[in-house]
């Protein structure tokens, strides 16, 4: 991959569900180190594009560009492989386990030792046991976890385990992260909290980012791009402020003005 | 180097124990040690390079931190100067932390993460020294002041430096806001905080093997007085929590035998005991009022099955079972509280808190919203240093 490559293009990806097209004929790109929301109504296929980026669902037409490497298809242990992990828009955490040991199933892809190796803690096992710690712990400091690191994540409540989420997500070291509605259901001060923490997680990590979110305000405050779509199509692509300008969006998400319908 | 003196104690230490723990921090939530020996080495690092940087006898370190080792080592390399630490309590209330910055004009400061190094260089932009503990997002800050504590002490001290500190040199300065907005302070010397510290050594028979914890460190100058000199003159462990978050937890973990807290410390731990409670009617409610009596009969049998019943896991709980000496400083508990930990073994002792506020020259201006502006305009002033 050169500089000048994006780390994600989307070439004209198409997916249907027994005939009802979910996706049609998208086509966007992201740069490395930028955030990049996508948004549009419920059922606009936001999430489904998520799916298709890492192979969780294949795309029926288009290919796929991630790290130079052209792909029709993704599959999600490949992209994992490569750096691309997410969270999910209804939790996915293990509830009855505690927020270390969530975090610490983030690390588990960078494990080198084998599990004959882990069973009786031989050869590799301890040194990738305590790296595994040292990155889950880093990133329970980043995300000031600290306070419940031996609770248990069902008991939290769900700003927390929404934070717990992206924790997990962050000990893979991804280069990809992509966020399904990360501040759905918070308050204002939690959504400015994990607000802070994506920006940071950029900053410190340098992390590409794509996120679903239907907080217009916090969608422009946040992000580099946007991608809008509707109905399964692309209506926008742009800076913030292009798309807020876009009469297309405006006309089909963000709404018309009052006095301008007439 | 004169006998009454922090620094003098500090290099005894290093020289008596050199490699008993002096401090446990826990950082990645593993407990990090560092000896007499090299809490010494890094003091002296601090130090010459606080001179370095044009840090002369009777200059004053502020601290906006909360309890770190950093803050307590260079504090110690500011009196290795013969200079003053001033911390001020990061309790304050944003607007009033930056009113008193804006009024102390401090030329050289330890910040302890972003957030403190933009409070302090919204008051004071062309502050000459900042020295920060905690570098996250502190990377594309390019302001020629900002130093991060790592690399200070990775530097070698080539030569020796001898302290310069007297015993009637101001070691502490503790600053704090009147009702009236009237600047105050209150300060304490070497030879005070010794007097103090020895004193406390001695009634409460601590020694070396005693474990303290600092949660709230020399914020008030009861810590100074009553953990700080003691720690230097027994020369026992100061463990620091992860953060303040963690502090309950903390001392769960370490089990401290050296408490030096104030009436709000303890308050705290007997809301954090009460909103955990048993509702009032159930049985285990009875248990509990039943044994926090019991535990104070002259019945033995009674207070045994009390004692292991409930008093025990309550210790446990608030991480006081190896608690020997629970110090208070300053105001004094609610009878309530009091009469809480009395039924719990935790006899809290009072020491007084002697020295008295006075009030400063400088005058206190209520900041303008321009220059609350200018702090959250902070990016392009970054840019523009």
Redesign the interface.
């Known amino acids: 991959m050169t500089a000048a490559q994006p780390l994600l293009a989307l070439d004209s990806i198409s997916l249907s569900f027994k005939g009802v097209k979910a996706i049609t004929n998208i086509s966007f790109a992201v740069n490395k180190g930028e955030i990049c929301a996508l948004i549009g109504p419920n059922g606009a296929g936001k999430s489904s594009l998520l799916n298709v980026i890492n192979g969780v669902y294949q795309a029926d037409e288009g290919r796929i560009t991630y790290q130079g490497i052209s792909r029709t298809t993704m599959h999600p242990q490949w992209a994992a492989k490569r750096g691309v992990a997410r969270t999910f828009q209804n939790i996915a955490l293990f509830k009855g386990m505690s927020v270390?040991d969530n975090v610490l199933t983030g690390t588990n892809l960078k494990v080198k030792s084998s599990w004959l190796e882990q069973v009786f803690n031989l050869g590799r096992a301890p040194a990738d046991a305590l790296s595994q710690?040292?990155k889950a712990?880093?990133v329970?400091?980043?995300l000031?976890l600290?306070?419940w690191?031996?609770s248990i994540v069902g008991g939290l409540p769900y700003g927390l385990q929404k934070r717990v989420e992206l924790a997990r997500a962050l000990a893979a070291e991804p280069e990809l992260l992509l966020l399904d509605e990360p501040m759905a259901g918070m308050n204002a001060d939690e959504k400015a909290e994990m607000s802070r923490f994506i920006v940071?997680t950029r900053?410190?990590f340098g992390t590409t980012i794509v996120l679903i979110e239907h907080d217009i305000g916090v969608v422009m405050s946040l992000s580099d791009h946007v991608v809008v779509l509707d109905y399964g199509k692309k209506i926008g692509d742009g800076s913030p402020d292009e798309v807020r300008a876009n009469p297309e969006v405006i006309a089909a998400y963000l709404g018309t003005k009052h006095g301008e319908t007439a | 180097m004169a006998a009454e003196t922090l620094p003098f104690w500090l290099a005894l230490q290093a020289q008596q124990r050199p490699a008993r723990v002096a401090i446990r921090h826990k950082q990645?939530?593993?407990l990090q040690q560092s000896h007499w020996q090299s809490a010494h080495q890094a003091v002296l690092r601090a130090a010459r390079f606080l001179q370095q940087q044009g840090f002369d006898q009777g200059d004053t370190l502020l601290l906006l931190s909360e309890p770190r080792p950093e803050a307590l080592l260079l504090s110690l390399a500011a009196h290795w100067l013969g200079g003053v630490s001033a911390p001020l309590d990061p309790a304050y209330a944003q607007p009033q932390l930056l009113d008193l910055l804006h009024t102390l004009r401090p030329k050289f400061v330890f910040a302890e993460a972003q957030a403190q190094v933009d409070q302090v260089l919204a008051a004071k932009p062309d502050v000459p020294l900042v020295i920060y503990a905690d570098a996250?997002?502190l990377?594309?800050y390019r302001h020629p002041a900002i130093h991060a504590y790592s690399q200070i002490i990775a530097r070698t001290v080539d030569e020796a430096l001898t302290s310069v500190a007297e015993g009637n040199d101001v070691a502490f300065r503790f600053y704090r806001l009147s009702a009236l907005y009237q600047l105050e302070y209150r300060e304490l010397t070497h030879a005070e905080l010794l007097n103090n510290g020895r004193q406390l050594v001695e009634q409460e028979a601590l020694t070396d093997q005693e474990q303290a914890l600092a949660a709230r460190a020399f914020a008030a100058s009861g810590h100074a007085r009553y953990l700080l000199s003691p720690w230097l003159l027994a020369g026992f462990t100061l463990n620091f929590p992860?953060?303040l978050?963690?502090r309950d937890?903390d001392r769960r973990e370490l089990g401290p035998t050296l408490v030096a807290g104030t009436a709000a410390t303890y308050q705290r731990l007997y809301a954090l005991t009460q909103s955990r409670w048993p509702l009032p009617g159930s049985w285990q409610y009875a248990l509990v009022a039943w044994a926090l009596r019991a535990s104070q009969t002259q019945l033995p049998v009674l207070a045994t099955v009390a004692h292991w019943l409930v008093v025990l896991p309550l210790q446990d709980v608030l991480g006081l079972r190896r608690t020997r000496v629970p110090l208070l400083v300053g105001e004094p508990l609610s009878a309530e509280a009091e009469q809480f930990f009395n039924a719990i073994g935790i006899q809290v002792r009072a020491w007084p808190e002697e020295s008295a506020w006075r009030t400063s020259q400088l005058q206190v201006i209520p900041r303008q919203s321009q220059d609350l502006g200018n702090y959250f305009g902070l990016k392009a002033l970054r840019s523009a240093v």
Request: proline share 4%; hydrophobic share 30%; glycine share 8%.
């Open positions: 270390l710690r040292q712990e880093r329970i400091a980043f000031k600290q306070p690191r031996n940071e900053r410190e | 990645l939530g593993i996250r997002g990377a594309d992860e953060n978050a963690t937890t």
